[in-house]
């Protein structure tokens, strides 16, 4: 069992989801993107496919493409739990240690 | 694989106590101690806004999961712990029980029946918290973890509870 405090897969999963979009999308569409910087194109592709894969998307017509499959659907879709782990570790990254902490007041327990 | 383990070797959100005090106000029945030798506690007036009295509480011992995040337990300090009372899922009609099995019931989270750990298939109810004082909550009987995918599914789960959201579309 994985015993790290502060689950960093959110972070290399959302990484490797928008590594495999762009090398998907990008030899179609490169004549769209000359003269671009290289981080602008990686990001304007990556947001074109997303917002592509996710208009294709219904409620009654799931996306096709598997990478977003476990991702759009209904509000509150019927998962698995290794479906609903998926969805979390690609959406959300951990958030740092927070910058103060402030313990509960002892009169107020 | 079941997503329950056995108890990790620090606590973590999402592990599984035996006997957690699950206590709910049920009206404002106010006591304070009494030094009176049959009576360990006599009715008091509510207490002013801001001061404090016991209260009389019904409250049960059972099954629950701490969904305190380790990060504040690590912190130490007064914080409370708070778990989610588990259930068993017979106490649900057959529709019921395939909501939480799928997730699609947000105030529960599913536990597979799992050998040696949990007798019967249960599930969580967050809406049932309690916050328990750490001191008393390190004494309280750790009997499992979740699993790293179990953790996640977790996650997700009181996400889409507390705030009726869920990433992708």
Known sequence: MDNVR???????????????????????????????PP???????????????????????PPKDPLFAPFVGPLGMARSH???????????????????????????? | MSIITSPASEYFQGD??????FAYVRSLDFVQPSDAARTKFTATPLPATGNKAHVVAPCSRSMGMLVTHECIIDKGGRAPWSFARIVRISVEGAEGQQAIRTGTNYQAFHLPKTAGIL????????????????????????????????RASLKQQLILYWTRVEPGV
């Open chain 1, 82 to 109: 290794a479906e609903r782990a998926t969805l979390f570790n690609a959406c959300y990254r951990p958030a740092p240690e927070e910058p103060s902490y402030f313990d509960v007041p002892e009169d107020l327990l």
């Open chain 1, 6 to 36: 502060t689950s960093g897969a959110g972070i290399a999963n959302w990484k490797e989801a928008s590594s495999r979009l762009q090398i998907s999308f990008m030899p179609s569409q490169a004549e769209h993107f000359i003269g671009l």
């Open chain 2, 119 to 150: 007798d019967e298939e249960s599930y969580v109810d967050f809406r049932l918290i309690t916050a328990v004082d750490p001191a008393l909550a390190r004494d309280l009987i750790r009997i499992a973890s979740l699993s790293t995918e179990g």
């Open chain 2, 16 to 21: 599984i106590f035996a006997d957690v005090p």
């Open chain 1, 39 to 61: 981080n602008l194109i990686s990001t304007a592709v990556f947001v074109i496919y997303r917002y592509a894969s996710v208009t294709e998307a219904s409620s009654q017509n």
